[in-house]
């Protein structure tokens, strides 16, 4: 049985690619209505962080290892 | 005459970008993956109305947290914080956190040993046919009632936001969930609340990060409050000496009995919804690790929840009314405040990441309610009173069933509950009428043996009785909160805590009175339903910091640092 920490594992990782990207394409292209603190760029680490995570869970409690 | 909710909204607050659709849509399909996945393992009643009793003492714990992170956690007490001031935290630190330890310490064993389905199905061992009715009864018509209100936070939420229509949000949740916990029972529903435990803490703990860096740092943040509000916002105890020193209009009283030492201990060791996930756990370690690993979380929460809204206070431009106000005006309302930091803090990705937070917790509250009713229903309602020869399979098709049908009633509880003014005050009072009356039968049950089936009976009967009544006196005339709160300055939440504090009192002395005057049953007949009657098996020779009682402690001491710290 697949363990519920590999699919958080997917989420994680997939929403944290998309949610990088995102930020990285607004780096480049600013937006004309900027949100605040929007040169803090959080999309972007935020979204590593969540990615980096998500494949860690991934990597651990991917199918055929040792459900928890 | 009531408007209309749909035409007294403001413009929609952000536009999603296509990188937020893919969010969103991604949210929705891996839920509903899960739900296909797991259809092939719920057969049997075991698996379908207690995940096969093999949860991890982690997923068991997550899941009876998340289960609680519904629309009233994420929007309702973001909007008390806004209103209220840091004591909103009353109800996740003293309204929780002891009553999670007591759980986890005291009740679960006798949960755990009687290998009962469910707590109406723990009256009947103990008190018999009668006391299960009322209590099964009871919690199906409040769970429907819950799952509307998620329902309707939601739906709310989507239309402020996004601009989406009521209506078709409504119907495009309940779907997901019905399928999903038709298709996998409660296990599908364990495995998206800790799936959506792991998605709000993602998506919302960037507000609180950003919202302290704009506000530079909590002394400022305090003073900006200060200067806005009161002093009095950023004081948990220390405005409770009287009902008028404080925003919330209560007194410590309240707090400590009504919330804490009734209501809380009511909602959560004896709310199926969260005590179902428990029950859940594969051995008796687990199933008391569970609360207190929950009990640990749930201390962070209010970082997500109630510092958004302290944060709204200080950074948001614009001054948020009342809900009775915002219907009119079309400004927005409390319960707007996280939608609001939402908005004003994430740009593309990471505002399709918010908003499925805020979707996860409204669906994993819903999901909660509809499975618990599920089980009360088959298990407490259907199979006693309607048809007690169908076999295990015939059971699990009920099951599947009921779940559509609960669903279906939640829709229709949703439109009801847009005529209620607030969402917090109107669910405030379904946990007063209920679950107050129905920890004083089950703690009687558990710790005193000389409490009859007549006794526990009528004192969960007259307990929700006087509980109504005291509600429905103090709508038909609000003068008499004088009498039900002890002070004419008390407000709305001062009323539910006393209420549920007047109705336990009422169902204790009833259940004594009445146990006093019938006959007992003998010991052997209660060995495992209460306490110096069952031995409870050991949970093995392991390391002190492998123990329950370790971890309890460790949380106790954290909780009490806190009180201490936002005094």
């Known amino acids: ?68 | 005459m009531t408007i209309p909710y749909a035409f007294a909204v403001p413009a929609r607050l952000v536009h999603l970008s296509g990188v937020d659709v893919v969010i969103i849509a991604f949210y929705f399909a891996l839920v509903l993956a899960i739900g296909f996945y797991l259809r092939g393992r719920a057969n049997t009643g075991e698996d379908f109305f207690m995940a096969g009793r093999e949860m991890t003492a982690w997923v068991a714990g997550l899941s009876f947290l998340s289960a609680n992170l519904g629309a009233l956690e994420l929007m309702g007490w973001a909007g008390s914080a806004y209103q209220y001031g840091i004591m909103a935290t009353h109800w996740y630190w003293i309204g929780a956190i002891p009553a999670m330890l007591f759980l986890a310490l005291v009740m679960m064993p006798f949960y755990y040993i009687s290998k009962t389905h469910s707590v109406p199905g723990y009256l009947k061992l103990r008190f018999g046919e009668p006391a299960r009715a009322v209590s099964a009864v009871s919690f199906a018509f409040m769970t429907v009632l819950m799952s509307g209100v998620n329902m309707f936070a939601m739906a709310k939420v989507m239309q402020i936001v996004l601009g989406w229509d009521i209506n078709f949000s409504i119907w495009v949740s309940s779907l997901t969930v019905a399928v999903y916990v038709t298709l996998g029972g409660l296990r599908s529903a364990i495995f998206n609340e800790v799936l959506q435990f792991f998605l709000i803490w993602a998506g919302a703990l960037l507000i609180p990060i950003l919202g302290l860096y704009e506000a530079h740092g909590w002394a400022n943040l305090k003073l900006q409050i200060a200067a806005r509000a009161s002093e009095q916002y950023v004081h948990m105890w220390s405005g409770l000496g009287s009902f008028t020193n404080n925003p919330m209009g209560i007194n410590w009283a309240g707090i400590v009995f009504g919330l804490a030492a009734v209501i809380s201990m009511g909602y959560w060791t004896t709310d199926f919804l969260v005590v179902q996930r428990i029950l859940a756990a594969k051995d008796i370690r687990s199933a008391e690790m569970a609360p207190i690993i929950g009990a640990g979380f749930k201390m962070f929460v209010p970082l997500i929840v109630i510092l958004p809204g302290l944060l709204g206070l200080a950074v948001l431009p614009m001054k948020l009314v009342p809900e009775s106000v915002a219907a009119v005006t079309g400004a927005h309302s409390y319960n707007d405040v996280l939608p609001l930091m939402l908005a004003r803090y994430c740009g593309p990705g990471l505002l399709g990441l918010g908003i499925t937070a805020l979707i996860a917790g409204f669906m994993s509250g819903m999901a909660g309610n509809v499975s618990a009713f599920t089980t009360v229903w088959t298990y407490d309602i259907y199979r006693p009173l309607i048809n007690s020869k169908g076999t295990d399979h015939h059971y699990v098709n009920m099951g599947r069933w009921t779940t559509v049908i609960g669903v279906l009633i939640s829709v229709g509880t949703a439109y009801l509950v847009m005529q209620f003014a607030s969402i917090m005050d109107y669910v405030q009072a379904l946990f007063s009428f209920f679950i107050a009356p129905l920890f004083g039968t089950v703690i009687l049950g558990m710790l005193w043996k000389r409490a009859t089936g007549a006794g526990g009976f009528l004192g969960l009967l007259c307990g929700t009785l006087s509980s109504i009544s005291m509600w429905a006196w103090v709508k038909a005339d609000p003068s008499a909160l004088r009498y039900v709160a002890l002070s004419p300055n008390a407000k709305a939440l001062a009323q539910d805590m006393f209420q549920a504090l007047w109705s336990f009192l009422v169902c204790v002395i009833v259940t004594v009175v009445v146990s006093l005057a019938t006959k007992p049953k003998t010991d052997a007949e209660l060995t495992g339903l209460v306490y110096g009657l069952t031995p409870v098996p050991s949970i093995g020779n392991i390391p002190v910091y492998q123990k329950p009682i370790f971890w309890a402690g460790v949380v106790g001491v954290v909780f009490f640092v806190l009180n201490i710290i936002f005094w």
């Open chain 1, 1 to 68: 049985m697949v363990s519920i920490w590999f699919f958080i594992g997917i989420s994680l990782l997939v929403n944290g690619v998309l949610i990088c990207c995102a930020g990285i394409y607004e780096y480049w292209h600013p937006p004309a209505q900027q949100i605040v603190l929007y040169n803090l760029h959080a999309g972007i680490w935020w979204g590593a962080l969540m990615a980096l995570v998500g494949a860690v869970y991934c990597y651990y409690f991917k199918p055929g290892r040792k459900n928890v």
